[in-house]
């Protein structure tokens, strides 16, 4: 069996710090997210999953679970329950490298009123759109997302964690204006001028790394 190269043992320990820090930074509890990475490497691309039912302070680099993006897993665990959509995501996303998916409490509540996030606060831009939107209900295990919890993408680990972090935080300001009225939403127009900011201020940062 061919042994993992250091590249991939450090996404493997990567994938499993950022596991716990979306526990630790309170967008997750227990075992019921799920974090990846695209790997790319002479064997055709795929990536690294968190296994299914192990807590991730009891995971080893050795139990993250390599997936080729047509659905073949190795190693000894099994990946994920949810590995679809990680897959569906990279297939579809080729600038993807990392995706975060949590049950984060503020998140979850408006998912389970099948609730998206509108441009009720300017920072919803960061997530690279007008609005977060709310993807339709599917079984557990196959695709997701309303009455479910949020899946955040990156270009990097630590670009999905902090857009989840991010994200939830907006679940709970939404969550918390709700309890006070409808807030009013920004223009189309004005949304538009923050998305471009956001995106153009992404890429800077990805130039000074
Ligand atoms: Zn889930």
Redesign the pocket.
């Known amino acids: 069996m061919k042994l993992p190269d250091d590249g991939e043992q450090a996404l493997r320990s990567a994938v499993i710090a950022t596991a716990l820090a979306m526990n630790a930074r309170g967008i997750n509890r227990g075992k019921?997210?799920?974090v990846s990475a695209r790997l790319s490497g002479t064997d055709g691309d795929g990536f690294l999953v968190t296994p299914t039912g192990l807590a991730y302070e009891d995971t080893a680099p050795e139990d993250i679970v390599p997936v080729t993006l047509e659905g073949a897993a190795r190693g000894s665990r099994l990946p994920s329950s949810?590995w679809r959509f990680h897959r569906d995501i990279y297939r579809a996303r080729p600038d993807v490298r990392a995706v975060v998916?949590?049950?984060a409490p503020f998140a979850t509540t408006l998912a389970c009123h099948a609730r998206g996030i509108p441009a009720f606060h300017y920072m919803v831009a960061v997530a690279g759109g007008r609005d977060i939107r709310c993807a339709p209900y599917a079984t557990?295990g196959t695709q997701?997302?309303a009455h479910?919890?949020m899946i955040a993408v990156g270009a990097s680990l630590t670009a999905a964690l902090a857009l989840a972090v991010e994200v939830e935080t907006l679940a709970e300001i939404y969550w918390r204006a709700l309890s006070i009225g409808v807030p009013a939403t920004l223009p189309d127009a004005e949304m538009d001028v923050v998305v471009e900011k956001f995106r153009t201020y992404g890429q800077a940062r990805r130039g000074e790394e």
């Open positions: 019921s997210g799920n949810e998916h949590t049950h557990f997701v997302l479910h919890g």
